[in-house]
Nanobody, 125 residues
């Protein structure tokens, strides 16, 4: 069974940093991070493919960095300069089409085939 397991979430003060990890049970060319805050729609955060192409949501550009270690089947999200509005459950995801990571299609929830269980990130002011 294909699985994605996130880790690294927690609580941090505004301006701090966290690093999320997502370990997959299989090799994927294209992976993404999404997040969902209470009462809000799920939002695409960043995507990456094994060739190094990355895409970011406007709200995290310049603060978050996505990377992939394809050999380890692991996706990372380095989150710096965190803000209270970054508080959400963060999900690792696999888009249906590998080509999604070459555009912003990979940041659209409807493009996702597999979701992880999520990890909570809480940023206090």
């Amino acid at each position: 069974q294909e699985r994605l397991v996130e880790s690294g979430g927690g609580s941090v003060q505004a301006g701090g940093s966290l690093r999320l990890s997502c370990t997959a049970s299989a090799y994927y060319v294209c992976l993404a991070w999404f997040r969902q805050a209470p009462g809000r729609e799920r939002e695409g955060v960043a995507s990456a493919d094994k060739l190094g192409t990355t895409r970011y949501g406007d709200s995290v550009k310049g603060r978050f960095t996505i990377s992939m270690d394809h050999a380890k089947k692991t996706l990372y999200l380095q989150m710096d300069y965190l803000r209270p509005e970054d508080t959400a459950v963060y999900y690792c995801a696999v888009p249906t089409f590998e080509s999604s990571c070459k555009t912003t299609d990979g940041l659209v929830p409807q493009s996702i085939a597999i979701w992880g269980q999520g990890t909570q990130v809480t940023v206090s002011s």
